[in-house]
């Protein structure tokens, strides 16, 4: 009995002894120093006899009513800058920023904060922004717009420098102060970057306009390119389409064209057949028909020839016979006049007779040469070109002997014209009795001269073809039909 009584006793005064233990045991969190006041401790880098102990990360045994702890925040705090300033330019501005402090970790740091804001800790912000509000105006005054602008950074580290000895004095230590933003209300900062931005903005609608324009350039050679495509694939479409519509044709048409090969190469070897058949006529034709003809051609054209020369030489053989019985006859009748004046009427009329006759034979003469011609026509066909042109030759070396010639050929038809005077007189009178008898004949006669004087000027207006001019023929006198000299065919 008394054991469990002494247990329970010793139980009971563990049990007290544990919580005075714990109520004497205080024990600092990683962020806050325990300050115990109420002992003359010495702590370490404090000076001696401060009356007060700092325990920061650990444990400490306090003496409840002898000793008081109390808690200083090692945290983070903040505060709000929002300060007017004017600068070394006389320009007002708003600075606007935030300063992130805590007390230091030290037991310096902490011992001022301590004494300063162990029971104020929240107007701590309120300080801090007091103070820096000051050193920022001062800093600013010192400062152009420019500058400010230009190099945030100096003013930050200006404000950091004149603040950290009363942030020392405080205890506190500034983790970051950073200046957010510098409010004009001038317009003067505006102003400032109003010609920087005109600059950009001026740059950035050249590049948007080079942007468009290569995008444009892009976009067009990608349509080109686009449509380039299309084509090609429509136009081998359309060769594919074209291939298939051939095979088509080709598979439709096989059959037709195999008809038609057969029927092709049965009219082509019909038409060898008769080629054949057309050449073997042919040479049948040169030897029955041809040859035979030809020859009988040569045969009555040279026949024609010869008959024609000896036609033309008894032709020019009477004409001379006549030319010399004209002659005779005019003799004759010269003589005649010359004895028998009184019968001069008469004798006219005989002679009338007389020439009547000549030229009844002049023109069967005529009438005899172009029978010859008439029928030596058909076989001269290129003997006549010939002749023409050896006359032609002739004409141009001797021009005398031609005409001479011609005289000759058509001397009746000469005499014809100069007694055709007299064929038409019904009464003739002649004066001074047979002299004028024998005058009148001899200037009929001598007609001929005048005639070779035509006949010239006849010849010298032929073309070189030998063609006649104005109707008149080689020999020099009218054609035929103008003689009246009956043609027989």
Known sequence: MVVGVVAGVAVAAIAVLIGLFKLMWRVAEPNEALIISGSNHKTEGLEAGMGFRIVTGRGTLVLPGVQAVRKLSLDLNETELHVDCVTHQGIPLKVRGVVIFKVGDDFVSIANAGRRFLDQQKLMSERVHNVFAGHLRSIVGGLTVEDMIRDREKLTGQTRAACGTEMEKLGLIVDSLQIHEIEDPTGY??????????????????????????????????????????????????????????????????????????????????????????????????????????????????????????????????????????????????TAAMAEAEATKARGTAMAASTRATGEAEAASAQAKGLAEAEAAKAKGLAEAEAIKARAAALAENQEAVVAQQLAENWPEIVKAGASAFGNADNMVI??????????????????????????????????????????????VAPPAAQKVPVQE
């Open 189 to 334: 900062i505006q102003n400032l970057a109003m010609p920087h931005a005109a600059a950009v903005q001026r740059d950035a609608r050249i590049a948007q306009a080079e942007a468009n324009r290569l995008a444009t350039e892009a976009e067009q050679k990608s349509f080109a390119r686009m449509a380039e495509a299309t084509r090609d694939s429509e136009i081998l479409q359309a060769g594919y389409q074209a291939e298939r519509d051939k095979a088509g044709a080709k598979a439709r048409q096989a059959g037709p064209l195999a008809d038609a090969a057969a029927r092709q190469e049965v009219v082509v070897q019909e038409t060898r057949i008769a080629e054949l058949e057309a050449n073997r006529r042919e040479q049948q034709l040169q030897a029955d028909v041809r040859k035979p003809a030809d020859a009988k051609a040569y045969e009555k054209r040279t026949l024609a020839e010869a008959e024609r020369d000896a036609r033309i030489s008894g032709a020019e053989a009477k004409a001379k016979e006549t030319e010399l019985a004209a002659a005779a006859e005019a003799t004759r009748v010269k």
């Open 431 to 476: 004066l001074n009795g047979a002299d004028g008898m024998a005058d009148m004949f001899a200037k009929a006669l001598t007609m001929g001269g005048t005639g070779l004087g035509l006949a010239r000027q006849l010849l010298a207006s032929m073309n070189q073809n030998g063609q006649p001019v104005n109707g008149t023929s080689l020999n020099g």
